[in-house]
């Protein structure tokens, strides 16, 4: 008893140390207010892109934050000028698009989300907090927590995928890598929560597109992964570019004041995104950029990234009565509150041979290949193809064979290709080598040098011909109509095939593509999105089952884009599916006015996907046995208590990704046929079957209902356990 009271005494100690520092800054924060001019306090909500070309505005105290610097050297020097020169020395903020490292490159956040490991992803985080802060960078605008359900959208890259459950998940552990266990410690990395909200269901998959969602669907899909970051301690948050339902949302007084401060008790700091403000113009949501700087701020919005309306109109805005003095101070509060957590006043500077001292460093590029490994799915392996012999004859050709810069994947402003390890460079420690360039980039559609792949294969064992997409071929901006691969890369399989040789295709992207064309052309697919700095290892060694793929699709592939948006939770319509569609081809001539099957698919692609979210094979196979519910009834505060036996039933040692999915059979508003609420990585050697174990708590099934109140509605409800979202027996249960 004594030692739990000791522990209860250190726990009630160490809360007490944490609300004091909170009001030791909250009073630092009042008293620098007190002695702000307004000039002073709109200079702290303007952040630039640059660094000594504004020293004279720096030193006028006219600049909060800069983004895009990166040298030590310089973040020191207008440091200098800001703490040194300016009238009260506050420091500035220094930012960077840090997204999925800095100098180490990890796979983009889409192939983090794929390992279904929050561990992984969150060392990941780690490490670029690590490398970028040491750069003088304590700020980044990550992570991205858009629900992405068309990949046709350029950004899925650089989100979780499809799901609010995994996107949480993911979320939380890059908040939690990037910002590390104290916000003062010099390589704490403050996160930035974006975009909010709704930016990912842009109509068509066009960049920056309306998206018209009824608040009962932002609650329930759209909300959750960013209540789960700030509920982890997110220092900051950025709002989206597009409108929701007409109201663009850095313009949205509901959602920045009414969710965000009051239901959510945020006391973070709010930026816009790239003159998300200045663009309010544009979507004729304001008359001109004065008008659009005084409907961001009394939105609640605190610091304007780009647009230099606040520096331009605030002063004149409060003059006119259409911003209150008390907006203004409520906006710098948060800003200052934040350069206070992160211990900007007592450690401004940099030492500026850090940098590079810590970039690359061995145990960064090894998490950064573990990273890669997990996130690679194998979508394909006829007759065990896959793991090919080591030191066996390849035939290596395809343009991301050895692309080091596209190999890297989107927002990879620091990475330096030089650092990168591509395929061609690691396959040669465990195969004989034959390298056959044909295209030279994903794009290009001239064949010409087929034929001399196809004479060299004859020398070879196996063909390993590697595709995908360059970097710039996704990310923002780089929305697409049609996913097939680009250029003669689909041309380029096919004459492999026709070789007789067994084919493996690798696929290195910043989405899930349309391949089942090029599926029929090739004996095995690994699919890794673009994997990073060690992606050339993390593939050689899965090619020479030195290891053995884990990787998870955490969104849905298509069979066409077509089909887009399509994901797997989605609600369930009055004529589900039953698996009996009449397809295209198989209508007869002059056939009656019918309803072909009665239910909602496309003629010419059927109803199913390509491959269903949370999809990925093995070199082995895994047998899931006894699975059990302790309670076939269960009341609003239990927990489901569930087990299950798994087996490995193959010859390999590896990592099965269990993961368990709910339904609400009947509820006060359609409900999604399925829905993620559990993972689990289980690592098992051959024949060995472990008992597993998993809880979920019954408040987790709560969602919004009709009345918009967030409950736990009572009745019957099933639950799978399996190995993606299409698999597996359900067990009933009930909610009393």
């Known amino acids: 008893m004594r030692i739990k009271h000791f522990v209860l005494l250190l726990a009630a100690l160490a809360?007490?140390?944490?609300?004091?520092?909170?009001?030791?800054?909250?009073?630092?924060?009042?008293?620098?207010l007190q002695k702000m001019t307004l000039e002073e306090k709109i200079g702290q909500m303007n952040q630039v892109s640059g660094g000594l070309q504004f020293s004279k505005e720096i030193a006028a105290g006219q600049i909060g934050s800069v983004l895009n610097i990166v040298d030590p050297v310089e973040v020191n020097a207008i440091q200098r000028i800001a703490v040194e020169q300016s009238r009260l020395g506050i420091p500035l903020l220094v930012s960077r698009d840090v997204i999925h490292g800095f100098r180490t490159i990890f796979p983009i956040p889409l192939g983090m989300a794929a390992t279904f490991d929050t561990a992984v992803v969150e060392r990941g985080a780690r490490v670029a907090a690590v490398e970028s802060t040491a750069a003088g960078v304590r700020w980044t605008f990550s992570p991205m927590l858009d629900i992405a359900r068309d990949s046709r959208w350029g950004r899925v890259a650089e989100g979780s995928g499809e799901d609010p459950y995994l996107d949480s998940q993911m979320g939380v552990a890059m908040v939690k890598g990037y910002q590390g266990e104290k916000f003062d410690d010099p390589t704490c990395l403050a996160a930035c929560v974006k975009h909010f909200v709704g930016y990912g269901a842009a109509e068509g998959g066009r960049d920056y597109n309306t998206a018209m969602i009824s608040e009962r669907s932002l609650r329930n899909t759209y909300f959750?992964?960013?209540?789960?970051?700030?509920?982890?301690?997110?220092?900051?948050?950025?709002?989206?570019?597009?409108?929701?339902?007409?109201?663009?949302?850095?313009?949205?007084?509901?959602?920045?004041?009414?969710?965000?401060?009051?239901?959510?008790?945020?006391?973070?700091?709010?930026?816009?995104?790239?003159?998300?403000?200045?663009?309010m113009v544009m979507h004729g949501f304001a008359e001109d950029l004065k008008d659009a700087t005084a409907i961001s701020i009394n939105a609640g919005v605190d610091m304007d990234m780009m647009s230099f309306g606040f520096i331009a109109h605030t002063k004149t805005l409060v003059e006119e009565g259409k911003l209150s003095m008390a907006t203004i101070d409520n906006a710098v509060r948060n800003i200052l509150r934040l350069k206070f957590r992160l211990g900007l006043f007592e450690n401004p500077y940099v030492d500026e041979s850090l940098a590079r001292k810590v970039a690359y460093a061995p145990e960064h590029l090894a998490a950064a290949k573990q990273c890669a490994v997990e996130s690679a799915i194998l979508l394909q392996n006829k007759g065990d193809v896959l793991p090919l012999k080591q030191n066996s004859t390849i035939l290596v050709t395809g343009p991301m064979a050895d692309a080091p810069y596209d190999q890297l994947g989107t927002w990879t402003f620091d990475g330096e290709e030089q650092y990168t390890v591509t395929p061609l460079k690691a396959l040669g420690a465990h195969f004989n080598v034959i390298n056959v360039p044909t295209l030279t980039y994903s794009r290009d559609k001239e064949t010409k040098s087929f034929k001399a792949a196809q004479k060299a294969a004859k020398k070879a064992d196996a063909i390993v011909v590697f595709v995908g997409e360059e970097a710039i071929l996704s990310g923002e901006a780089h929305s697409l109509s049609q996913l097939n691969l680009q250029g003669a890369q689909s041309e380029l399989i096919a004459a492999m095939k026709a070789t007789g040789k067994p084919v493996v295709v690798v696929v290195m992207a910043g989405r899930a593509l349309t391949i089942e064309r090029d599926l029929a052309q090739c004996d095995a697919m690994l699919y890794s999105f673009h994997p990073g700095t060690m992606g050339g290892e993390a593939l050689a060694d899965l090619l020479a089952g030195v290891a053995v793929p884990s990787g998870k699709a955490p969104m849905t592939f298509l069979r066409d884009s077509g089909q887009a948006p399509f994901y797997y939770n989605h609600p369930m319509t009055g004529r589900p599916n039953l698996g009996n569609e009449t397809l295209l081809n198989d209508i007869p001539l002059k056939a009656g006015q019918t309803s072909l099957g009665c239910t909602s698919f496309y003629l010419d692609s059927g109803y199913g996907p390509l491959f269903p979210f949370g999809y990925g094979l093995s070199y082995t196979t895994f047998e899931y046995k006894n699975i059990s519910i302790d309670k076939q009834a269960y009341d609003k505060s239990d927990s489901i208590h569930i087990s299950f036996d798994l087996t490995n039933t193959g010859k390999y040692e590896a990592t099965e990704v269990v993961q368990i999915y709910v339904r609400d059979l009947v509820g006060s508003v359609v409900r999604p046929v399925k829905e993620l609420k559990g993972f689990m990585r289980v690592s098992l050697k051959p024949g060995e079957t472990k008992h597993c174990e998993h809880e979920i708590a019954v408040s987790d099934l709560a969602y919004w209902n009709y009345d918009m109140e967030y409950v736990v509605e009572a009745g019957r409800f099933e639950l799978w356990v399996a190995g993606d979202s299409a698999s597996g027996e359900a067990l009933g249960f009930e909610v009393k």
């Open 15 to 32: 809360c007490s140390s944490v609300a004091m520092a909170q009001a030791d800054i909250e009073q630092r924060v009042e008293e620098l």
């Open 224 to 279: 959750p992964a960013f209540k789960a970051c700030i509920d982890a301690g997110a220092l900051t948050l950025m709002t989206s570019f597009n409108d929701v339902d007409g109201v663009p949302s850095t313009g949205n007084k509901w959602l920045l004041k009414d969710v965000l401060r009051q239901e959510w008790g945020f006391d973070g700091m709010v930026v816009t995104d790239w003159n998300s403000s200045g663009e």
